[in-house]
């Protein structure tokens, strides 16, 4: 952990009066939950915002009780949209705090209703007919909507006075550590991610222009997942995520393409495997075995690759990565003459670095100056306004779907 990490182990104050009181497991699908406290005109109101998954309940509460002292109760909670592991511990902690109300949008609540949560202390979005919900502190947080992203009804949260943006799923991301703060190599896990759970770049475009127009000034990103972004780096990604493609953008290899790859990687782990060390392929398939909090890009069964959950150039890219880090120096070369002939046999053709070539190639430094100053690419500028409204996004949505 470098010295710019705080110690998650209590709750961490990542703005006045916010507190990311969330869990972390080291399993690298990570849970985030955000206590806000409001304190004005002699008054407090607390507001937990995606209060979080069960396993993560007792961490969660612990944190909140250490900000907030023993006898310590809840107001508000606001769920960004309806998934269980955002979600499901309203139910606890209703049962704690029984005048707990609830924000929501009305697409939200018509699935977690059935957690069994108050639908009395329910209070759609949909009802701030000026967008904001207006705090008797006289705090003031304004309401985003982000259609599709990855839910219809799922809504962001911007803290107007902290310029705080509790962006949901947006922003989230897998990790390899248990940092708070995110850095430049976080975009790997977050790329990933949303490729895998947002359903068309449309609605990452429309999401990313909105908080650009909305969420002025913001200094902080807390998603639900991953990690926190920092002001010197929401640029950054933003101007990635804003042309990221993703879920029905991808195009499917064909199954026989797909096929290939996979019989190529377990071609590639049995040579490996005999010719080097076959320790190397244990500790490879290890990585990508999954522990039940997220599904793996490669799908590992009985010590073979069975099947892949992201496109093949993805994944080639994953295994020859994978397989780098765990090569030395002098192996290198022997596994880098294995993966050529073997791609060569089973007619694949790609781009990615093999073990053992030259890693420190330069990027392009022009491009690089664009991104960071968070520029979109000339293809992102090009097309309509971002003017459209959610029915269209339904409206592209069942095109896609043959509805």
């Not at 107001?75 to 109300?101: A, E, M, S």
């Not at 509790?166 to 190599?185: N, V």
């Not at 030395?328 to 880098?336: C, L």
């Not at 690089?368 to 000339?378: A, D, F, N, R």
Request: aromatic share 10%.
């Amino acid at each position: 952990m470098s010295s710019s990490q705080p110690d998650t182990s209590g709750p961490v104050e990542i703005a006045k009066d916010i507190y990311w009181v969330g869990n972390r497991t080291d399993k690298g699908f990570e849970s985030n939950a955000y206590l806000r406290v409001f304190r004005g005109n002699g008054k407090q109101f607390n507001l937990l915002i995606d209060p979080g998954p069960s396993p993560d309940f007792n961490a969660i509460a612990g944190k909140i009780e250490q900000v907030l002292g023993a006898d310590y109760t809840l107001d508000l909670v606001f769920l960004n949209h309806q998934d269980p592991d955002v979600c499901i511990n309203t139910v606890y902690f209703q049962r704690h705090f029984p005048k707990l109300q609830i924000v929501t949008s009305e697409d939200t609540w018509r699935l977690v209703r059935f957690y069994g949560l108050k639908e009395n202390q329910f209070i759609a979005t949909e009802n701030f007919k000026t967008g904001r919900i207006k705090v008797k502190t006289g705090h003031q947080l304004r309401l985003i909507p982000t259609p599709y992203a990855h839910f219809r009804g799922a809504c962001a949260l911007f803290d107007e006075e902290q310029k705080v943006l509790f962006s949901g799923d947006l922003f989230g991301g897998l990790t390899t550590s248990t940092d708070l703060y995110a850095e430049k190599e976080y975009w790997d896990g977050m790329k990933t991610f949303h490729e895998i759970y947002m359903p068309t770049n449309l609605a990452l475009k429309k999401a990313v222009h909105d908080f650009r127009q909305q969420a002025v000034d913001v200094k902080l990103i807390a998603s639900q997942h991953g990690k926190i972004i920092r002001q010197n780096l929401i640029n950054f990604f933003m101007a990635r995520l804003e042309t990221l493609a993703v879920g029905l953008d991808l195009k499917d290899a064909s199954r026989l393409v797909t096929e290939n790859y996979i019989k190529a990687f377990n071609d590639i782990l049995d040579q490996v495997r005999r010719d080097i060390d076959e320790t190397i392929v244990d500790n490879f398939l290890a990585s990508f075995k999954s522990d039940g909090t997220f599904p793996n890009s490669l799908v590992i069964k009985n010590d073979r690759v069975y099947s892949l959950k992201v496109s093949v150039e993805e994944a080639f890219t994953l295994f020859a990565t994978e397989l780098c880090q765990s090569l030395s120096v002098d192996q290198k070369p022997i596994a880098r003459t294995i993966v050529v002939n073997t791609i060569a046999d089973w007619n694949i053709s790609t781009d990615t670095p093999c073990p053992g070539d030259n890693e420190d190639e330069p990027q392009n430094s022009q491009q690089e100056e664009i991104l960071e100053e968070g520029e979109s690419s000339k293809e992102s500028s090009e097309g309509n306004p971002l003017d459209f409204e959610k029915k269209e996004l339904d409206s592209l949505l069942d095109d896609l779907m043959g509805k």
